[in-house]
């Protein structure tokens, strides 16, 4: 009996021992589990019924580790969702290396932004996906396994993000709630034009076989960047996106950038002439007609003296 008390004794000192062991590897690994960068999506809609418009954001959150870039794929459930636009307002990315582009034929969308300065933090906001709810049912939004961020060590280090998955409920509508749209909602409180930028203007061996070119580049705070027009002098407004081939190789125009978000506000940025025109008086035409009409003044004094003379002398 006192031989199996013991065993007992030991058995469960042991057990205590494990648990203890787990529970301190617990705690070890909880910090690079809690602190470890996520891409997740999150959206303040609570009830979504079929027909609604709503949005949901993807974010970042990276709390130990300084990122600067992702690249980046959503799935999301072509049969229950439809994307109607997308938007990078307000986007914790100043930098695009490639636009946000969604296919509803293949129930993605594909992303690649980034941030000079570097980011780490909670919840930063990379991107507002606008669904149409198109059937009742469980939709699921995914990222590709391949999603990843890059820390901002000059090194472009790439690291492998929790990836968290989410999934909405999409109800049948009753007849007595009527349709929604979050995003007709925010465009329409949106009064603010696009953030002020600068235009650059360059030349480059590798790019348009080295002609003069312009880059710029701005961010908007609520619905986001829609499109750029760019004028060179008088010429029309021309829709164009950065970098962008002047037309007038000389730089002897006045060019404006024109910002428009996606609720039509707009920022245009002013860029003086490189090299003006020459004032008229400066120029070889100037000076051709200046010498013609001297030649003409002179001649014809000549004539008009001429012709005095010649009375003067029939009159004497």
Do not use: C
């Not at 980034?114 to 933090?121: A, K």
């Not at 070889?284 to 001429?306: A, D, G, M, T, Y």
Request: hydrophobic residues 40%; glycine residues 6%; negative net charge.
């Amino acid at each position: 009996m006192e031989y199996l008390k013991s065993q007992n004794k030991h058995q469960i000192i042991s057990n205590m021992k494990i648990i203890f062991g787990l529970f301190v590897l617990g705690f070890i690994l909880l910090p690079s589990t809690t602190l470890a960068a996520t891409i997740h999506f999150y959206s303040e809609t609570e009830n979504i019924y079929q027909g609604d418009i709503f949005i949901v954001e993807t974010k970042i959150s990276s709390s130990d580790k300084l990122i600067n870039a992702a690249e980046g794929t959503i799935f999301f459930d072509k049969e229950r969702l439809e994307v109607k636009e997308l938007s990078s307002g307000g986007s914790l990315f100043s930098v695009w290396l490639s636009p946000p582009v969604f296919s509803n034929k293949e129930g993605e969308i594909s992303f690649i932004g980034g941030t000079p300065d570097g980011f780490h933090g909670e919840d930063a906001l990379v991107l507002k996906i606008i669904f149409l709810a198109k059937n009742d049912g469980e939709a699921k939004l995914d990222f590709q396994d391949n999603t990843t961020l890059f820390l901002h060590d000059g090194k472009g280090t790439q690291i492998n993000p929790w990836l968290r998955p989410f999934s909405l409920n999409i109800l049948k509508r009753p007849a007595e709630i009527p349709a929604k749209d979050e995003w007709q909602v925010l465009i329409e409180s949106d009064k603010n034009p696009p953030e002020p930028f600068e235009i650059a203007i360059g030349r480059d061996p590798s790019i348009f076989d080295n002609q003069y070119f312009i880059s710029f580049f701005t961010t908007d705070k609520e619905s986001g960047i829609d499109y750029y027009e760019i004028q060179e002098g008088t010429r029309p407004y021309i829709i164009g996106d950065s970098p962008y081939l002047l037309k007038d190789q000389k730089l002897r125009s006045i060019i404006r950038v024109k910002a428009i978000d996606k609720a039509g506000n707009e920022r245009i940025i002013e860029m003086p002439a490189t090299y003006p025109p020459l004032p008229f008086y400066k120029t070889l035409v100037f000076w051709i007609i200046n010498v013609i009409v001297s030649v003409v003044i002179i001649i014809f004094s000549w004539f008009v003296i001429k012709r005095i003379k010649k009375k003067k002398i029939e009159s004497g």
